[in-house]
């Protein structure tokens, strides 16, 4: 695997920096920089862009843990080319150049060759207390200079004590002509259940007949258990007969009952309240009739005790046209003295009336004062008018007192501000804050802008949980170096 292009999008002090290691003929880079450069920075994005970015990764100090980006360029040794970017998350987090699809992580594998994180960092990232802490460890070994690069290399610092551990526990497990080591233990009872393994075996042919003879019982056995369920169902079949013979003879009893009433209407199930309701209907009709027969016989007895003069039979219909204005006639006598009253008193009004108009005019002579319809109509218009005329009067002298009170105010402000005053130069300056309104305007929005980063970093101060003080504290703290952080 050979890394193209290395991309420290958002990570740590780094914000779209591009390592280009394509350039050239030779795949040995060295990169140089100064202390507190970001060249520990970069040895950390490196492993994180291949194996992941740590849910709780430090290198957030200027680029949230929401936006932070690593991108990389990988070429295979057949010339497969991946790139891909690495965000933080806790899973799909491998996603396309443009970081706007996801993709497959065992597309790495490839590439990787079965690498670890762990066996990366131990073999490929190795920093700078990692070699300090190798060094010291090759100084206190025994000078066996092979065993010490290796261990420097692989990052095995203490290999002469684990090798001379697996000689022990080697030592503890097995020997050629030992009988209690645990291997040779477990080898000779593994010899012994071969042995048991070997007699227990079957030869081939006599397992093929027990196998065959398994087989035939099987089948027989099924033959058996089909049979066994058909008896069983027909053993059901006539318990279920010999439980309803019983029920079977008194069936045809009963059926030869009803042929002797096959004739007999049926009657609906509410019969009997049908039945009682009519009795009682029938017994109120006979009542009914009785009084009704009574009532009859009277009128016949009356009916033959009157004396009936023919003269007024035949003025029948007169009789009862008489009889039906009877009644408004005596109506008609009740309401005539209060009418009378009324008329009388509007008789008095009608001539006091024509008196306050006329003193020569007499009632007789009212109808003289009879207004014809155009009169009339122009009556109304001449009304109709008179009202707007009102409105609109009661309108014009209230406009005229708000007139008055504003130039009442207006002459009063006339006699504070005297003469006018030369206005060019305020309409200058008014001119030239026109055209400083969109300065302004800017300057307000960076205003803003500051306000807002000034209160994102208040909020970001106050989720520390090993300082607490302000902002002005902060800008005088000084920055440690980036061994002194790891």
Not at 192 to 204: D, K, M, V
Not at 247 to 259: G, H, M, N, P
Not at 337 to 353: F, G, H, P, T
Not at 444 to 466: D, G, H, M, P, T
Request: with cysteine.
């Amino acid at each position: 695997m050979r890394i193209l292009k290395f991309k420290l999008i958002a990570f740590g002090p780094f914000t779209d920096v591009t390592i280009d290691l394509d350039k050239g003929d030779g795949d040995f880079h060295l990169i140089y920089g100064p202390n507190e450069a970001g060249k520990s920075s970069a040895l950390r994005a490196l492993t994180q862009v291949l194996f992941g970015i740590p849910t709780r990764s430090p290198d957030n100090f200027i680029h949230p843990h929401q936006q932070m980006r690593i991108g990389c360029v990988l070429q295979h040794s057949d010339g497969t080319v991946i790139e891909f970017v690495r965000r933080k998350g806790r899973k799909n987090t491998l996603r396309t150049p443009d970081d706007a699809a996801l993709l497959d992580e065992t597309i790495l594998h490839k590439f990787l060759g079965g690498l670890t994180r762990e066996i990366f960092a131990t073999m490929f990232g190795i920093g700078h207390e990692d070699l300090v802490r190798g060094g010291q460890e090759i100084i206190r070994g025994s000078g066996n200079i092979g065993r010490a690069l290796f261990a420097a290399g692989a990052g095995i610092s203490d290999l002469g004590r684990v090798q001379a551990e697996l000689a022990q526990e080697a030592e503890a497990l097995f020997s050629p002509s030992a009988t209690k080591k645990t291997i040779n233990i477990a080898l000779r009872k593994l010899k012994e259940i071969q042995s048991q393994i070997r007699q227990a075996e079957l030869p081939g042919s006599e397992w093929k007949k027990h196998d065959t003879a398994l087989k035939e019982a099987i089948n027989r056995k099924k033959e058996i258990e089909a049979t066994l369920e058909e008896k069983t169902s027909e053993k059901k079949r006539l318990w279920r007969i010999k439980e309803a013979l019983p029920l079977i003879a008194r069936r045809k009893e009963l059926l030869k009952e009803l042929d002797n009433y096959s004739d007999v209407v049926i009657l609906p199930e509410d019969f009997a309240e049908r039945r009682t309701e009519s009795l009682k209907e029938y017994r109120i009709l006979l009542e009914s009739k009785s009084q009704a027969q009574e009532e009859l016989q009277r009128i016949d007895e009356e009916i033959e005790g009157i004396d009936l003069d023919e003269n007024i039979l035949s003025h029948a219909d007169l009789i009862e046209d008489l009889y039906q204005q009877l009644g408004s006639y005596k109506k008609a006598s009740k309401d005539r003295v209060k009418l009378s009253v009324q008329a009388e008193n509007i008789r008095r009004e009608a001539e006091e009336i024509l008196h306050r108009l006329n003193e020569s005019l007499a009632l007789e002579d009212a109808h003289e004062l009879k207004l014809k319809k155009t009169e009339k109509v122009r009556i109304t218009e001449l009304s109709t008018n008179l009202e707007k005329s009102r409105a609109s009067r009661r309108e014009i002298l209230e406009q005229i007192s708000k007139l008055e009170l504003i130039l009442k105010r207006i002459e009063a402000d006339l006699g504070i501000t005297g003469s006018p005053k030369n206005v060019d130069d305020i309409l200058d300056a008014v001119e030239l804050a026109r055209e400083r309104v969109p300065m302004e305007k800017h300057h307000v929005s960076k205003l803003l802008e500051v306000e807002n980063s000034v209160k994102s970093l208040k909020a970001r101060l106050s989720q520390q949980s090993f300082w607490a003080g302000s902002i002005e504290d902060l800008l005088t703290l000084s920055i440690p170096s980036s061994e002194t952080i790891d």
